[in-house]
């Protein structure tokens, strides 16, 4: 409260505004900075909730769930964590374009991963458990393309962004367009992204 | 006339509001941005059209930015904020001494700026923005909400309730639809192009890569849009356009003769004697006040004293300079491409002003050489360039983001991947709670209305990219972590029928973003 002090009647009168608080412009520096102190009380105890709220979060959902999300070309991570199951490890198998790749054996109850996959595959992941000798799926991920830097050729289509119909267009020269590119991929790889 | 130049500024912030601290140093990013970099944007671009000088650009203004512009307290203190550095140069100038020139350039620089805000934009920024928007200057493009990295969002309806607020959010300001949205980090990866389809956008733009890599690779390159399947347009980044400015070493901003951007005045005075000016508590925070130029390489105590003269001189050249650079990529691309290509620049807006001091004088400078001096550019915004050449080539764009390293490991690593599971955990929550609670009364109504607020304002990619790169780390962490614990406090009280109202008014003072936010706007289409 000593800071209260410090400031200026008019400062004092800006923050009882902040608090509602009636009569202010006719009060004197002492009675704004008693009415002020009254109506931070509730205030203070909303700060120490506040703090709390701001400082303890434990790594753990307590959810179930089973997630992937794309990081960068060949990489994806993967986070889950499973409630109410007895066994401590489980399998996590992987999909590329719905095909099973290859599996991980895990910590059943909770875990995180990057994991190295193809490029521009589509991805899930699939956890579960060995029960008499097969294996029982718990959980299924959402599925994610893989981000990659391939370059894919194709038909050179063009389309009317106003009536939608598809247009013939072409370009004077393919060769010359193409080196630009390949500058400009370059230059592009050289820039350094310098936001702080 | 050749070819176009787009240059697309990007204007955000994260919303940080604390009415219960009188001084709230984060609070400052707006402030500096403010009086930094959207006034003087601002100021410059009304110059232009006082001189009749014709100027195309596209910017966005997201809406934790326009939020927080349109917020009375936040703009109480702005207005606090500028009074105390005009009255700090006054008591400095007072003392003399070498630096007394440069003092008086702020002094005025200040004044300017302020009577411009308080007069001509009747204390609020974003009726510039209007106006130039209305006059066909400028045009306006929204952002996803909080400005998630959407890919890395599971739930495909939070990604579409982050667009469709987006667009909420600029109809509120505007008064119609945006044509063109800024994805947070210029983050893609499918299926947001069929979002931005659904609701009504027509175009966004991405990082070169996310054309580059396009299936199929497009044939001119970055030097035209290109059009999804779902009908959406992509423009992409030019990596040489963009490098003369960003880069920190071959940049234009890296000068020698430009302002040091820091070394502030305040860290050399005495506490004591600025007292009035610094946070009651006695910390020191920047002032803006920095009399000192780049120099060289050289340690902030051998920094010589800004000559704004000189620093002009430089600003001539440097428009010059990229402008002749532009004519010479648009001539040569102007014979090798059926149409007018197109170079598209798209930079931080903060970047023009708060960092790079003399980037609004950059900006006007170019527009006026580009309008008296080239017969080869022309400035245009993008939806003009689609205006012009509807016909484009069907390609869908890569996944990318334009992050250090093109991807996602910005937001994504080793630091920051605890927040995802946690974003996926609350955000099924919500998805979960507007179906289960029927008929909520009034409290129950804004319990889940702040619901939603907190779940957006935790999707902020903000606070990942904070801690990656090590700027304000605590801070960060401490609003990642209060959003997700207040959401859970919020929603285990809703559930049981306890809600702690007190709290709930707290908390829509606090973090009132999307004052006409609905709940409902979290239903799951059945």
Redesign the interface.
């Known amino acids: 409260m000593e800071e209260l002090q410090k400031l200026k009647r008019k400062e004092l009168i800006r923050i009882a505004k902040i608090y509602g608080i009636k009569n202010r412009n006719k009060m004197k520096k002492n009675e704004l900075i008693r009415a002020i102190k009254k109506a931070r009380k509730p205030i203070e105890e909303l700060r120490k909730t506040e703090e709390k709220l701001k400082r303890e979060l434990s790594k753990k959902t307590e959810e179930t769930h089973l997630i992937v999300l794309p990081k960068e070309p060949g990489y994806v991570y993967v986070n889950w964590e499973v409630k109410g199951k007895e066994e401590k490890v489980g399998t996590l198998i992987v999909f590329e374009d719905d095909k099973e790749k290859f599996s991980i054996p895990v910590n059943l109850d909770y875990g995180r991963s990057y994991i190295h996959v193809e490029e521009d595959k589509k991805v899930k992941v699939e956890l579960g458990v060995e029960k008499n000798g097969k294996f029982e799926t718990l959980l299924e991920s959402n599925e994610v393309i893989v981000p990659t830097t391939k370059k894919t050729e194709g038909r050179k289509e063009f389309r009317d962004i106003k009536t939608f119909k598809m247009r013939k267009e072409g370009i004077i020269s393919e060769e010359e367009i193409k080196k630009v590119v390949e500058g400009e991929e370059k230059t592009a790889k050289e820039i350094k992204y310098s936001r702080e | 006339m050749k070819g176009y130049l787009a240059i697309v500024l990007h204007s955000h912030l994260p919303f940080v509001k604390h009415?219960?601290e009188?001084f709230f140093i984060e609070e400052n990013w707006l402030f500096e941005a403010i009086l930094e970099s959207y006034l003087p944007l601002l100021y410059n671009f009304y110059r232009l059209k006082k001189e009749d000088i014709p100027f195309k650009i596209t910017m966005s203004l997201t809406p934790p930015l326009s939020n927080m512009l349109l917020d009375a307290?936040l703009m109480?203190r702005f207005k606090r904020y500028v009074n105390s550095r005009i009255e700090l140069t006054k008591e400095l100038i007072k003392e003399g001494g070498s630096a007394k020139e440069n003092l008086i350039f702020y002094r005025a620089r200040f004044e300017t700026l302020f009577n411009f805000f308080e007069n001509e934009l009747k204390g609020n920024v974003i009726n510039g923005f209007k106006k130039l928007e209305q006059d066909g200057d400028l045009e306006v493009i929204t952002c996803s909400a909080t400005h998630e990295i959407l890919?890395?969002e599971?739930h495909r309806k939070i990604q579409e309730v982050q667009v469709q607020l987006g667009i909420e959010n600029y109809r509120q300001i505007f008064g119609k639809d945006p044509k063109g949205i800024w994805l947070g980090e210029c983050a893609y990866?499918?299926p947001i192009s069929q979002i931005l389809s659904k609701y009504g956008i027509?175009y966004t733009i991405l990082?070169?890569?996310g054309l580059?890599?396009?299936?199929?690779?497009p044939?001119?390159?970055?030097?035209a849009p290109i059009?999804s399947e779902d009908?959406v347009?992509f423009f992409g980044?030019?990596?040489?356009a963009?490098?003369q400015v960003?880069?920190?070493k071959e940049g234009y901003p890296g000068d020698f003769n430009y302002r040091e951007f820091y070394k502030d005045i305040v860290y050399e005075l005495d506490s004591e004697k600025i007292k009035t000016y610094i946070h009651?508590?006695g910390f020191k925070f920047d002032s803006g006040i920095k009399i000192h130029r780049i120099t060289g390489h050289v340690g902030l105590d051998k920094k010589e004293l800004y000559n704004r003269n000189k620093a002009e001189e430089m600003v001539e050249i440097h428009a010059g300079n990229y402008m002749f650079n532009r004519e010479r990529q648009i001539e040569?691309?102007s014979?090798?491409?059926?149409r007018k290509p197109i170079v598209v620049a798209p930079f931080?807006t903060e970047?023009f002003g708060h960092?790079w001091f003399e980037g609004p004088d950059f900006l006007y400078k170019l527009f006026k050489k580009i309008h008296k001096d080239s017969s080869v550019v022309k400035t245009i915004t993008l939806s003009q360039y689609?205006e012009e050449y509807?016909?484009?080539?069907?390609s869908s764009p890569?996944?990318?983001s334009?992050?250090?390293?093109?991807?996602?490991?910005?937001w994504?690593n080793d630091s920051t991947?605890?927040i995802?599971?946690?974003l996926?955990?609350i955000g099924?929550k919500m998805l979960g709670i507007v179906n289960k609670i029927k008929n909520p009364n009034e409290i129950q109504k804004r319990a889940l209305n702040m619901l939603g607020r907190e779940l957006l304002l935790a999707e902020s990619s903000d606070w990942a990219f904070l801690i990656t790169?090590g700027?304000a780390v605590s801070y960060a962490k401490?609003?990642q972590?209060?959003h997700?614990?207040?959401f859970n406090?919020i929603y285990n009280e809703i559930l049981n029928n306890n809600i702690d109202e007190?709290?709930l008014d707290?908390l829509e003072q606090r973090d009132s973003i999307f004052p006409f936010l609905n709940y409902n706007i979290f239903t799951e289409e059945r």
Do not use: C
């Open positions: 009415p219960e009188e307290l109480d890919p890395l599971v990866a499918p027509k990082d070169a890569h580059f890599n396009a299936k199929p690779a044939l001119y390159g970055i030097h059009v009908g347009a980044r030019d990596p040489e963009s490098k960003w880069s920190a009651p508590a040569y691309l014979h090798i491409m059926d931080d970047l960092w689609l509807p016909v484009l080539q069907v890569a996944i990318s334009w992050g250090d390293g093109g991807y996602f490991k910005v994504l991947d605890w995802y599971p946690h996926y955990t099924k790169v700027t401490e609003r972590t209060f997700i614990n207040a406090k007190t709290f707290y």
